[in-house]
Structures are given as C-alpha cells and as structure tokens.
C-alpha cells in the first residue's frame, strides 16, 4: 500500500491462463496474507511457455474497504497484468505497489 506504506493485505488476487482462443481457465483465486503477500506453487503444463497468464488484483475493493475512495476521485477497479512463465518449474516473483489509482510492478527473479 503505497498510499501510507502499510503491508496491503487481504487484497483478493485471480490467476487465469489464457488460451490461443481468448478463453480463460481460473487457476487461482486467493487473497494476499496480513503482510500483503502471498506464495502458492501452480502445476503448470511441460508446454506453458506456449501461454500467457494473466493475474487481476482487486485494489478497488481493497481501497474501498479502508475508506481510502470516499472523494469519488478512484477510478481503477482492478490491475490487469499479462504475463509468461517460460519455465513450468521456475519461480516468479513480482512484487506490486498499489495506491487508488496508480500501481507499479516488476519482476524479480
């Protein structure tokens, strides 16, 4: 929680894998832990480096339940971000700072 730099935990979290058709497949649907991370080891396909995944962080209801939207000025409902994951054993790791209307991700290896 970059707006006063507090771990964001329980921030609801959905991973799909997209298919070449558009179709997605839940993977996973969690929330993130008191200290606002969450670690989870998906099964994934000898062939996932031929998908993408995509993961929607729910930071609206996040900021909408500690009251941080009241001036009606929060426009992002959701973070939307597309990814691979070229080694169906390799760990990712992509920490993410949320505020109302604005994140930033990376990725660390």
Do not use: C
């Amino acid at each position: 929680n970059s707006t006063d730099g507090t771990h964001a935990g329980h921030v609801g979290i959905r991973v799909f894998q997209l298919g070449s058709d558009g179709q997605r497949v839940r993977m996973l649907d969690k929330t993130t832990d008191d200290g606002g991370r969450f670690s989870e080891s998906i099964s994934l396909p000898l062939d996932s480096a031929n998908f993408d995944y995509e993961m929607v962080i729910q930071s609206g209801a996040y900021f909408a339940a500690r009251g941080l939207t009241g001036t009606g000025r929060q426009i992002i409902k959701e973070i939307v971000i597309r990814f691979t994951m070229p080694d169906p054993l390799g760990a990712y790791h992509m920490p993410l700072m949320i505020a109302p209307n604005s994140y930033s991700v990376w990725w660390s290896a």
